[in-house]
């Protein structure tokens, strides 16, 4: 079932629709969110509350998208509400910079030689809103077209988050890189 | 078809050609300037690598899964309770209005006129006399002769002095008893 009519069913009431929905889309949304929240329990009360809100205004989607871009949207927007409401200034560039090059994790990393548990750091080291395009840019593979109509900014925003966060990985597995070489 | 592109536009692009999201424009125009540019070829394997390594890289908790199904399950059913109750009140709350404006309603028709008088239209229409008395009557007089004569007042007096009496059973028999008394000015049945 693909996911319009399966939206359909939804908005008519068919609870066994929406659970169906909730498996196709649940981990990937939880992995979205996460990639801009920390708390992984705060993480599951918005996935619930997304999914609630499918329930609620699946009759009001009008195909003017991808369902995936709908969902993700609603998901980002309520990532966002409530790093508003509990970390007020979760969205300074300020806080954002602290973020990105010394995050607690970098002693740890030294000790990591694996490519991948590298990449995964870096990664957690990436502020959270170029860490968000940078998971639907290469998990979802979403156009940058689609990634501006969930973050709801301009394309050209997506495009250069997107460059920064390429630039941000570089600088930290390079500076890991070195870091594993002098010792 | 897409403006000519600069190599700042290719490489903000990159990571959607990567990806395979680019529209047939911005592909063949990223596609043709990878084939001069070293640089933009060595970024986009370093964006292919870094793509593969996000795409393997497990999900840093596990995600809710059953839980959350049941969870959102739960959160459905409270909601339908709660919608139901409130559609539950809301019935009742139109319930008791509708018997509010019935009751009212019925309280307006059964309920006598000021100071417990009937009014004077209706069914009383052919038992009411319209009598005024003599300037020099006192209270006691007219109270002695209406408690005789079984006679209440229902209306007045008017301006001009006259009192409409509700007169039981017999009002030209009443009448006559009344053209009778000192006290009376005049009697008038009013049929």
Request: hydrophobic share 40%; charged share 25%; glycine share 4%.
């Amino acid at each position: 079932m693909d996911d319009v009519l399966m939206l359909e069913r939804i908005a008519s009431g068919d609870e066994q629709a929406l659970g169906m929905f909730y498996q196709r889309y649940e981990s990937r949304l939880f992995r979205f969110i996460c990639s801009k929240i920390a708390d992984h329990f705060e993480a599951a009360d918005i996935v619930n509350e997304v999914f609630l809100e499918v329930w609620q205004k699946a009759e009001q989607f009008q195909q003017r998208s991808k369902v995936s871009t709908w969902l993700f949207s609603i998901a980002y927007f309520k990532t966002v509400d409530r790093l508003r409401k509990t970390v007020p200034d979760a969205l300074s560039e300020e806080t954002l910079d602290k973020l990105e090059d010394e995050a607690p994790g970098s002693l740890a990393c030294l000790i990591q030689a694996e490519q991948a548990d590298q990449v995964r750091h870096c990664v957690s080291t990436l502020k959270p809103d170029h860490r968000a395009v940078m998971e639907l840019t290469f998990f979802e593979e979403m156009s940058y077209r689609d990634i501006a109509a969930i973050v709801q900014c301009p394309e050209n925003t997506v495009k250069t988050r997107m460059f920064h966060a390429k630039q941000a990985m570089k600088k930290c597995l390079q500076r890991l890189l070195n870091r594993e070489s002098g010792s | 078809m897409n403006d000519k592109l600069t190599r700042e536009d290719i490489e903000l692009l990159m990571p959607f050609y990567v990806n395979g999201t680019l529209s047939d424009g911005e592909q063949q125009q990223v596609e043709a300037a990878l084939e001069t540019d070293q640089a933009l070829q060595d970024d986009k394997d370093f964006l292919q690598r870094l793509q593969a390594e996000v795409k393997s890289m497990p999900d840093a908790a596990n995600s809710p899964g059953e839980f959350g199904l049941k969870r959102l399950q739960n959160s459905l059913t409270v909601q339908k309770k709660v919608r139901n109750s409130t559609q539950k009140w809301r019935l009742a709350a139109i319930a008791a209005s509708f018997l509010l404006v019935v009751q009212t309603t019925t309280m307006v028709m059964l309920t006598p006129g000021p100071d417990g008088y009937r009014q004077a239209g209706g069914e009383q229409t052919g038992q009411l006399l319209l009598v005024t008395f003599q300037p020099d009557a006192t209270e006691a007089q007219i109270r002695e002769l209406l408690l005789n004569q079984q006679l209440s007042i229902v209306e007045g007096p008017s301006a001009l002095g006259i009192y409409t009496l509700s007169a039981g059973s017999d009002p030209v028999a009443v009448s006559s008893r009344l053209e009778q008394s000192d006290i009376i000015d005049s009697v008038q049945l009013n049929q």
